[in-house]
């Protein structure tokens, strides 16, 4: 057996790993043995791997982590691989890099390179990318306090995108990606020997672009964007632990450019997500807090559905297995509370956005917010950023304000370097002039 001197709260949530809720047979609701009033219980969805969902790029990082239906660059393969067929530029390249949870871990972050190019068609797009994350350094000991290993635990992901147009207006995209995830370095726990967690997952994606609207005497562009990402196997650590979701997760939103005049213009943009993974059931306990298992050793579900199943019924289980508030009476009967089972799926949906200032195509001010149900994850924040553009180049910088008390994402930097290729010089060469 072993311990880890690092935050356990911080690789627990790297692990993902699966937790019992604690639930009580006995008359009344089942969250007062935890002190949680009904309608209030946590019930976090946990997955592995969930360094995926991390906006990795500066310019939606300050616009509340939201971007599926921004202009195209060529970060879009994180939000939405569809954006690509619509570049305007043949071709980018982009580097973010963000210390991650820096109020908890001094040495965690995460780099991201991506990448496109158009194709001679002009309606079709290839790009890729590469997605790492660095757990820092963690020293693993043995029940005694003994040092067994130092390791530096790391994950990473690499995506193939391409995208293409289907009209002037409409277009689709897909991106496949292999996940690798190595927290323990192969060290046995418990007589079991662990391994790096794998997976090999694809997003589908759709986007819709009017760039001819008016308000008023003002040209305008309007956008929406569709991503249901990490479609994927299940991963586990070991041969012999259970095996978790990956973050399968459902984006959605508009986005709106108005060209206030000659030098200005604004977009506003706003994302809906959801995970399309298992929600945790409430499980029966006895008088002693022990989870309560049947003949056949599963555990008994006062509410909700099983967790363990395949993907495909994790996906379209997940909009309606939210156990909601469970009562026991006097005669040992469960009941749920009418309407709580709707109200937890609702409280499931994460929603983020904000809005973007640009003067002469050069400067860029943005802002944005996060917001996440308190008993789902109570994720709350603010999101500045700034951005300048000049030639091929361009640098953007975001920063994160929590407005929950101790929120180990407070004060978290972006910062992201990008190349645009708009294809002028091949052009020059071969006599061609706009």
Not at 360 to 388: C, D, I, P, S
Not at 396 to 405: E, G, K, M, P, R
């Amino acid at each position: 057996m072993t311990s880890v001197t690092r935050s356990l709260a911080v690789l627990g949530t790297a692990l993902a790993l699966p937790s019992l809720m604690r639930a009580q047979v006995g008359t009344g609701c089942l969250t007062e043995l935890s002190g949680q009033e009904c309608g209030k219980r946590l019930n976090t969805i946990t997955t592995a791997v969930p360094f995926l969902m991390i906006g990795p790029d500066s310019r939606s990082g300050g616009m509340g982590d939201a971007g599926v239906a921004l202009p195209a660059d060529a970060n879009a393969i994180h939000w939405n691989p569809s954006k690509l067929a619509f570049a305007e530029n043949e071709g980018e390249f982009s580097i973010s890099v963000s210390p991650w949870l820096r109020n908890l871990v001094p040495d965690m972050s995460l780099a991201y390179l991506a990448g496109f190019k158009k194709l001679k068609n002009k309606r079709s797009a290839i790009g890729g990318s590469l997605r790492y994350f660095n757990l820092g350094s963690i020293t693993f000991t043995d029940i005694n306090g003994g040092v067994i290993r130092d390791f530096k635990p790391a994950e990473f992901a690499v995506d193939v995108a391409f995208a293409q147009q289907f009209s002037d207006r409409f277009s689709g995209g897909i991106a496949l990606r292999y996940i690798n995830s190595n927290l323990t370095g192969g060290l046995n726990v418990n007589g079991a020997n662990t391994k790096a967690g794998q997976a090999v997952a694809a997003d589908v994606s759709f986007f819709y672009h009017k760039d001819d609207m008016t308000l008023g005497d003002r040209d305008a562009t309007f956008a929406f964007g569709l991503n249901i990402s990490n479609i994927g196997n299940r991963m586990s650590y070991s041969e012999t632990s259970r095996v978790d979701f990956i973050p399968i997760n459902m984006r959605l939103g508009p986005a709106l450019t108005v060209e206030l005049d000659e030098y200005n213009s604004i977009t506003f943009n706003a994302d809906i997500n959801k995970l399309l993974v298992p929600t945790p059931p409430v499980y029966f306990q006895d008088s002693t807090g022990t989870p309560v298992k049947d003949d056949q050793g599963n555990y008994l579900i006062a509410s909700g559905e099983d967790p363990n199943r395949g993907v495909a019924a994790g996906i379209f289980g997940s909009f309606s297995d939210a156990p909601g508030d469970v009562y026991v009476d006097e005669n040992g009967a469960v009941h749920v509370t009418p309407g709580s089972r709707f109200k937890e799926e609702l409280r499931e949906f994460y929603f983020g956005g904000g809005f973007e200032y640009w003067y002469a195509k050069q400067f860029a001010f943005r802002t944005g917010y996060f917001w996440e149900h308190a008993t789902k994850g109570n994720r709350k924040y603010f999101t500045v950023g700034l951005g300048v553009r000049y030639s091929i180049f361009s640098l953007d910088f975001s920063y994160l304000i929590a407005n929950t008390q101790r929120s180990p994402l407070a004060n978290t930097l972006r910062f992201t370097l990008g190349f645009k290729f708009d294809g002028k010089a091949k052009k020059k060469a071969e006599g061609v002039t706009e």
